[in-house]
């Protein structure tokens, strides 16, 4: 700052404690306080014919790119990338008969990130006969309404998973008619 003798300085690195501290240390060395701006994210500082004010503020914050789409990351995205990360994912796939609600096939559990499949065999039998407990109790009342059947079967797996392990995974039912 000796060398260079700015008329006006913005500190601009730091914590805030740091940017009070250069403050201090430019008005030492000579600088006006009227000509050091202490300025947060989205302030403007805006210098005409030689002068300088403060000149509102601009939106600012972070931006979160997602791949090559433009604009931010929604919150309800993020939110499920959390809970993904933090809990994984327990995909539960059926067939099931169109007319009688009998199932065809499945129940088919699919795990990421949450137990690893080959090591928890047991745990993912008990998770099969969860489903299929869910399914026996419900089919003859929810025939065709397969939205109130796959919301059974996550709100069982649900409680089953977090009374069992204390873990409350994304759950997707997958169900197909055939």
């Not at 994210?41 to 014919?49: K, R």
């Not at 604009?71 to 067939?95: F, N, P, Q, S, W």
């Not at 996550?154 to 995974?169: A, E, V």
């Amino acid at each position: 700052m000796n060398l260079v003798r700015p008329r006006y300085f913005i500190p601009v690195h730091g914590e805030y404690r740091h940017l009070v501290y250069h403050a201090q240390l430019a008005t030492k060395v000579g600088i006006p306080e009227e000509n050091i701006f202490i300025i947060e994210d989205g302030e403007v500082v805006e210098f005409e014919n030689g002068s300088a004010r403060r000149a509102g503020t601009v939106p600012a914050g972070r931006v979160l790119i997602d791949g090559k789409v433009p604009g931010g990351v929604e919150t309800v995205v993020l939110r499920d990338r959390m809970k993904l990360a933090h809990d994984g994912v327990v995909i539960v796939i059926l067939a099931i008969e169109q007319h009688t609600g009998a199932v065809v096939s499945g129940p088919d559990i699919i795990s990421r990130g949450f137990v690893f499949e080959d090591a928890s065999q047991e745990l993912l039998a008990e998770v099969k006969q969860v489903v299929l407990d869910t399914l026996f109790v419900m089919i003859p009342e929810a025939k065709g309404d397969w939205s109130l059947v796959s919301a059974r079967v996550r709100s069982s797996l649900k409680r089953f998973l977090n009374k069992r392990l204390d873990r409350r995974p994304m759950i997707l039912p997958v169900i197909m008619e055939v």
